[in-house]
T-cell receptor
Framework: GQQLNQSPQSMFIQEGEDVSMNCTSSSIFNTWLWYKQDPGEGPVLLIALYKAGELTSNGRLTAQFGITRKDSFLNISASIPSDVGIYFCAGPRDTDKLIFGTGTRLQVFP | ETGVTQTPRHLVMGMTNKKSLKCEQHLGHNAMYWYKQSAKKPLELMFVYNFKEQTENNSVPSRFSPECPNSSHLFLHLHTLQPEDSALYLC??????????????????FGPGTRLTVL
């Protein structure tokens, strides 16, 4: 079945550094979503991508829909302590369901 | 404010108790979901409701019983749970495909979750 692999599993970075993470699929997706989950809270939608090659920004966050439609990338520039959390990618399975990646846990040190 | 609320935020229950989790969405969506999130595991879809009709039961044990009285409310009734059922239970909602335009039907919005501990 479909599965989404995220890498890295965890990152420990210094405040101010840039962050890159990616998500790969065994099959083609026509939508990629990126979520962030703070400890003890539900995931919050950050960016939605709908077209291969699309590059979309949300503040310091930039996400790209890979040309092969089997991957997506999320970059965070100039990280700050509140960027701490778990970042999930997600893609559609059937018309109304999502499959989620395993998550990238980000820790930012001052 | 996410537009999706869940109560209670925390729940501790014994294995013989009966309790219910509640979810309410204020976004005008017509699909609602229950997910289970355990430590170090991907989000697990439990149930899907479209227009109050259950369209997915992802092999969930019968000790979990969902109820969707209308498109804005979703419940998860819990009965004789096991300690391994301890997890964060998340509710989400979305606009059903075909009614929202290209792409937006995939966007699910989550509530803050209920942290459940079964003793």
């Amino acid at each position: 079945g479909q599965q989404l692999n995220q890498s890295p599993q965890s990152m420990f970075i210094q405040e101010g550094e840039d962050v890159s993470m990616n998500c790969t699929s065994s099959s083609i997706f026509n939508t990629w979503l990126w979520y962030k989950q703070d400890p003890g809270e539900g995931p919050v939608l950050l960016i939605a991508l709908y077209k291969a090659g699309e590059l979309t920004s949300n503040g310091r966050l930039t996400a790209q829909f890979g040309i092969t439609r089997k991957d997506s990338f999320l970059n965070i520039s100039a990280s700050i302590p509140s960027d701490v959390g778990i970042y999930f990618c997600a893609g559609p399975r059937d018309t109304d369901k999502l499959i989620f990646g395993t998550g990238t846990r980000l820790q930012v040190f001052p | 404010e996410t537009g999706v609320t869940q109560t209670p935020r925390h729940l501790v229950m014994g294995m013989t108790n009966k309790k219910s989790l509640k979810c309410e969405q204020h976004l005008g969506h017509n699909a609602m979901y229950w997910y289970k999130q355990s430590a170090k595991k991907p989000l697990e879809l439990m149930f899907v409701y479209n227009f109050k009709e259950q369209t997915e039961n992802n092999s969930v044990p019968s000790r979990f019983s969902p109820e969707c009285p209308n498109s804005s409310h979703l419940f998860l009734h819990l009965h004789t749970l096991q300690p391994e059922d301890s997890a964060l239970y998340l509710c989400a909602s979305s606009l059903r495909w075909g009614l929202a335009g290209v792409g937006s039907y995939n966007e699910q919005f989550f509530g803050p979750g209920t942290r459940l501990t079964v003793l």
